[in-house]
């Protein structure tokens, strides 16, 4: 069982950065890769980025490649998006999954997931 909090949303303007953490409760954290996903008012919750148990592998999906960055730290159960050049369209309610294997990037893939925490881009 894994439990996730979210935190560091907010509103920022076009151009500007945030960074959201994520963490995450229980000693197995490294056993479950990371995920984060999105999901805009009036839209289906879209995977974001992903990485690896052990941070050796990354996912992007191709709307925020060169503009957001996930990483983790397994001794601090903690996994973070940094999210540079943000655009209205980034606007969404920002999920934090944990998926129990190695790496994974589909939603069906990730069994435990956070409340979420709201990103607002202005124009």
């Known amino acids: 069982q894994v439990q996730l909090a979210e935190s560091g949303g907010g509103l920022v303007q076009t151009g500007g950065s945030l960074r959201l953490s994520c963490a995450a409760s229980g000693r197995t954290f490294s056993s479950y890769a990371m995920g984060w996903f999105r999901q805009a008012l009036g839209k289906e919750r879209e995977s974001v980025a992903a990485?690896?148990?052990?941070?050796?592998?990354?996912y992007y999906t191709d709307s925020v490649k060169g503009r957001f960055t996930i990483s983790r730290d397994n001794a601090k159960n903690t996994v973070s998006l940094q999210m540079h050049s943000l655009k209205p369209e980034d606007t969404a309610v920002y999920y934090c999954?944990?998926?129990?294997?190695?790496?994974?990037?589909?939603?069906?893939?990730?069994?435990?997931w956070g409340q979420g925490t709201q990103v607002t881009v202005s124009s």
């Open positions: 990485i690896s148990r052990l941070g050796r592998s990354t």
């Open positions: 999954a944990a998926a129990p294997r190695t790496m994974a990037t589909k939603e069906s893939d990730f069994a435990y």
